[in-house]
C-alpha cells in the first residue's frame, strides 16, 4: 500500500501538477491520520476490557469472599446462641435445684468459657487495595461502600476480641484454684465427694461463681452476635449492591 501511494506521489510531481499533488497529499494524510485514530481507539478498546475482565474477576472473587463471610457469621450465631441455651440451663435449672446432679461438661458451663475469635476474609480486599486496582472499578460510591464494611469489621473486630480476650482471663481468675469441679468434670472424674448444698444457697462462693461467670458470659454472646448480626447485614447490602452495578 505504502509503495502505491509513494508511485502516486512521485508520478503527480514529475508531471508537474501541483495541485493535484497537495490535495493528494491531504488525503493521504488525513488517511494516515484515521488509521492512528482507529488504531487507538482499538488499542485503548482492548486496554477497556482487559481493565473491566480483571475488574469483574476481582469483584467476583470478592463476591465469594463475602459469601463466605455470611457463611462464617451464621455458623459462629448458631454456635453462640446454642452456648446461650446452655446458660439458661444452667441458671435456671443447675442452680437452686439440689435435684438435678450435673454429670456432664456443657451442663455447668457453655461453650468452653471463652469467645470465638472472630474475623473477615479480607485476601481480595487487600490485593485490589495494595495494588490499587480498586480504582479501576471507575465507580466511587462502590468503592466507598467496599471500604467502609472492612474499616467497620476491622474495628469492631479488634475491639470485640479484645473484649473477648478479657472476658476469658477474667473467667479464669474467678474459678479459682480451690474450685476444680470444670477440671473433674473435663477428666470425668468422680464428683460424689463434692459438697453440691451451694447450688441452692446465693450466698454461697461457689454459686457466686457460677451465677457471675454464666451472666457475663450470656452479655458477652449477646454483644457477640450483635456484630455478627451487622457484619451479616452490611455483608448482604454489599453483595446486593456489587450484583446491581457489575452485573
Known sequence: ?????????????????????????????????????????????????????????????????LEGD?????????????????IDLILDQVLDNDSVKISEWDQFAAGRMSMNFLKVNQITFTEMFNSGKILKLNNYEIIREIKEYY?????????????NEIFYKWSLETYGDEFNIIHRLLTGRNLDFIDWSWRNNPKRKEYQHIE???IYYKLAIESNIEIINSLQDKSKQLIKRISEEFD
Open 151 to 163: 474499616q467497620f469489621a476491622e474495628i469492631e473486630l479488634e475491639k470485640l476480641n479484645s473484649d
Open 70 to 86: 455470611l457463611s462464617y457469621f451464621d455458623a459462629q450465631e448458631l454456635e453462640y446462641k446454642k452456648w446461650s441455651q446452655q
Open 1 to 65: 500500500m505504502i509503495k502505491i501511494f509513494r508511485k502516486i506521489r512521485y508520478d503527480l510531481m514529475e508531471k508537474n501538477k501541483t495541485g493535484k499533488y497537495l490535495k493528494y497529499a491531504i488525503g493521504e494524510i488525513t488517511l494516515i491520520l484515521i488509521g492512528i485514530i482507529l488504531a487507538l481507539q482499538l488499542n485503548s478498546w482492548n486496554d477497556n476490557r482487559m481493565v473491566k475482565a480483571e475488574s469483574q474477576e476481582l469483584l467476583d472473587r470478592l463476591v465469594m469472599d
Open 212 to 214: 457471675s461467670i454464666n
